[in-house]
């Protein structure tokens, strides 16, 4: 008697940890005021003690690369821009008779590998004015991703067999592998956001950097007090990255010699 030939179909998954070796930070400078230089100036002084930090923080080597014992090893910084408009009354409605409100802004990007300095910075940063940190992407280099998807991948094959083993060893028979296909595996949400997304989020912060200010100014020591939780809350530590591996397969039994496929459907 011949037996049929037994087909499993499982998925295997896997995957590896490694804590952050790199973190990208996206900062956001934004100053609006009826005084379009207070504004600018504000914005620059931020942008300048920014400048000054992290430049601290990035010596370069003679080929122009970061140097090896950088903390940081990338800093770009947009030009400044303005924008102006009405002010709006309790309806939203522009009161064209009042001075218009100028929005001086700019952006800067940062990767940072040295954790420790990035302890300390995220602090420093929390206390300027002006500054908001909009985006943060915790990353590993290419090199440390490339092991951990190969060690991802390994464990997921091995998942898949060990899946198939335990359903044919139920039913008494034995299964090989005859397709194993990659599968993909959600990367979750990035820092990618529409240009409409970004104007949303950049006025909601300069809503809340002018509701400060006229806190600040009702009541002194909200400022302190402010600046405080800011730093508490702002200090970044790297985080557990997970690099995960999704595979299908496809197992066939064999018969008790093993050296030939069942053929019989």
């Known amino acids: 008697m011949v ?29 609006t005021s009826t005084d379009q230089s207070k504004a600018f100036q504000e914005v620059q002084n931020t942008l300048a003690h920014i400048t000054t930090t992290i430049r601290a923080l990035a010596p370069k080597a003679e080929d122009g690369r970061p140097h090896d ?83 991802a991948r390994l464990k997921a094959i091995a998942d898949a067999v060990q899946k198939a083993q335990d359903y044919a060893g139920v039913v008494g028979r034995r299964v090989v592998a005859v397709e194993v296909i990659d599968q993909p595996v959600p990367s979750g949400l990035g820092l990618h956001r529409t240009a409409q997304a970004q104007m949303q989020m950049q006025m909601q912060m300069q809503q809340q950097q002018m509701q ?41 039994s064999y018969d008790e010699g093993g050296d030939e496929m069942e053929t019989v459907h």
């Open 69 to 151: 014992d950088a903390a940081v090893t990338a800093f770009t910084v947009t030009p400044l821009s303005t924008v102006s408009r009405y002010q709006l009354n309790t309806q939203y409605r522009p009161l064209t008779a009042e001075p218009k409100e100028y929005t001086v802004q700019a952006s800067a990007e940062v990767i940072f590998r040295g954790m420790a300095q990035l302890a300390d910075v995220s602090s420093e940063l929390a206390r300027m004015p002006h500054l908001s940190i909009f985006g943060v992407e915790w990353r590993l280099t290419e090199a440390t991703r490339g092991r951990l998807e190969r060690e």
């Open 212 to 252: 400060q200010q006229s806190m600040q100014q009702s009541n002194p020591q909200f400022g302190s007090n402010a600046a405080a939780a800011a730093s508490e809350g702002l200090l970044l530590e790297p985080k557990t990255i997970t690099v995960s591996a999704c595979v299908k397969a496809k197992f066939v």
């Open 3 to 31: 037996v049929p030939q037994l087909e499993i179909h499982v998925d295997g998954k896997g995957s590896t940890f490694r804590v952050a070796e790199r973190c990208y930070l996206q900062l956001s400078i934004a100053s």
